[in-house]
């Protein structure tokens, strides 16, 4: 599987932006996948093309999405934290892929409901708070991707990552989008 450049992955994080909600689902999940199989292969074995096939082609054993969430997660490239986020991530693009009716994050009850299962710790402590549905799947999408990227070329766990840093979501949060107003709380 092909590694992308960063000029690349920022073409590709481009081309989100002017997506409707049913692109950015379905083109963001697909760019996880990917990075997702690239981390898993940087972890096995070398392949020869047949068996490679066998994993990943199109009926192979790792040929769906949630197959290789769980692979990745057996492997322990992450925790069940962010095992949980990739499917939901990976519920979120099943609905708007089979569904025939035009939706969106903020109208559909569904993907409103999945959109606030991101960004949660195990424990349901939010990390990032007050955004809408499209921000918090384009935030989760955004760390991700960013970690999956890294994970086949530095040895890096994401497991490691968000016990060292566990306000990372909310950081890339501010940064994306802008320091979110304070809360009573914080205030």
């Given at each position: 599987m092909k590694t992308h450049t960063a000029d690349e992955l920022a073409g590709g994080m481009r081309e989100l932006e002017g997506q409707t909600d049913r692109g950015l689902a379905i083109i963001a999940t697909a760019l996880l996948e990917h990075h997702l199989a690239v981390a898993i292969e940087a972890r096995l074995l070398p392949l020869s093309s047949k068996l490679k096939d066998n994993?990943?082609?199109?009926?192979?054993?790792?040929?769906?999405?949630?197959?290789?969430?769980?692979?990745?997660?057996?492997?322990?490239?992450?925790?069940?934290?962010?095992?949980?986020?990739?499917d939901t991530i990976r519920k979120i693009r099943n609905r708007f892929a089979h569904t025939p009716i035009a939706l969106s994050?903020?109208?559909?009850?569904?993907?409103r409901k999945l959109s606030l299962l991101l960004l949660q710790q195990s424990d349901g402590t939010l990390t990032v708070k007050q955004r809408e549905s499209r921000e918090r799947f384009l935030i989760a999408y955004l760390l991700l991707a960013c970690l999956l990227y890294l994970t086949p070329q530095k040895e890096i766990r994401l497991g490691a990552i968000s016990e060292l840093y566990p306000n990372l979501a909310q950081e890339v949060a501010e940064v994306v989008f802008g320091a979110s107003p304070k809360t009573p709380q914080q205030a």
């Open positions: 994993l990943f082609g199109s009926r192979g054993t790792l040929s769906g999405f949630q197959s290789k969430i769980d692979m990745g997660f057996a492997l322990g490239l992450y925790t069940k934290d962010a095992h949980r986020e990739l994050f903020h109208d559909d009850p569904e993907l």
